[in-house]
C-alpha cells in the first residue's frame, strides 16, 4: 500500500495562530492538509521546544523504513493529557501530522493516539 | 538593701518598661495596620495567567497595528527576513528568547508566572523559561550600571491600583516582531479586574518610543486569564541537541572499544 493511500486526508481549517509553537519556521509544513498515519513507535523523545518521534512505516512503494517527525512541545502535548508513561518504543500508535509541502517523508505532529486509545491532542478537528 | 525595697523600684521600671511596649505596640500596630493597607490596595498579581479566552473560547491574542519603522530600521528587518525566509532559522530555534516586547506580547501562547513581593516583582514566561525582574524603590540599581539585555532592566511603580513598569537598556533586535533599536523605551500598565463568574483578568497597554527605528510611538494592549492553581512547566531547549551529542559520544565510544 502506497503511504500517501495509506494516510487518510482531513481537509480541516488549521488556526495555527492558536499553537504554541514560535521555535522556527513552520513553513514546510502543510497545515491545510492534515493527515493520519500510522506505524510502530522506534523513538519518541518529548522534548522542547519541539517532541522527536521516529515511527517503522510500513508500504507497498518503499517498504518498511522509518520516518522521523516533529511534534508539538513537551509542555504542549503534557497540558493535551500526554504522561510519559502512555508511549513505549514498540507501541503501534495513529499520529496527526501536517505534511512537508514538497512530498517527502516526515511532518509536524498535532496530535496522536496512544497504544491504548487515548488521544492527545485534537485527533480528528482542527487544532 | 532588702527586697522590700526594691520591689517599688521595680515595679515602678516595670510599670514604665510596660506603658513603653504598650505604646511601641500600638506604634508599631498601627504602623504595621497602614503598611498592610497599604499593600492590600494593591492588587496582588501573584499566580499562573494564560492567554485571555473570550465567551467563545477564541483565544485574544495582541491586537493593534505593527511598529512603524523608520526607513533605516525598515532595511535591517528586511535583511534580517531575507537572510532567514524558508530557513529554519531564528532565535527560538536557537533555544535564545524573544525578548521585550516581544516575550510580553507573544511568548508562543504558552502561560506565565507572576511572583510579586513589594520590593520585586519576576515575571516569568514558560517559553525558553524568559524571566524579567522588575525592581521597586531601594531595589533599583544606578542606571549607568546596568548590562543591556533583550529583555532590557525595567523599573516599576504604583499608580493607584496600576502597575507601571518602565524597561530600557534593550538591545538591538531585528529578529522579533517588534524590532528596536537599543534606544527604545517601553511602559507597560498592568491593571487587575475580576469579570462576573469571578475570572481574574490582568489588561495591560504597552507603548514603545523609539528614536532610532520608530516614527511613532507603537502601542497595543494584552489580556491574560488566571489559572487557579496553575504550574509553569520547565523548558529545557537545549536537551534535544545535548542528547544528540551524547547519543554520539556513547555510540563513538562503543565503536571504538569494539
Redesign the interface.
Known sequence: MNLMRSLIPIVMTVVV?????????A?QFDFQKPVNVTGIVKVA?F????A?LILEITDDSRGKRDIEFEGH???NM?RQGLRPEMMAVGDEITIRIAPMRDGSDGGYVTAFITVDGKAIGNISAAD | MGKGRMTPSINRISRSALRCVCVCSIAVAQLCSSVTVAQENRPDFTGVWTVYRSGDGAPAFAAGPRPSFTSGAQAKVETYQRVTANTNHSPGAYCVGTGMPGSMLGSGGYPMEIMQRPEQINITYEAHGEMRRIYFAERVANPNDVWPERNGYSVGRWEGDTLVIETGHLVEQVDQAYAHSAEARIVERYRLSIEDGGKKVITASLTMTDPLFLTEPFTTEKKWQAVPNGRLMTYECAEPQWLDVLERLTTQDSAGSN
Request: aromatic fraction near 4%.
Open positions: 495562530a492558536s499553537k504554541a509553537h514560535a521555535h522556527h519556521s513553513a523523545r522534548s522542547n521546544p519541539h522527536k512541545s513537551r509542555n503534557y
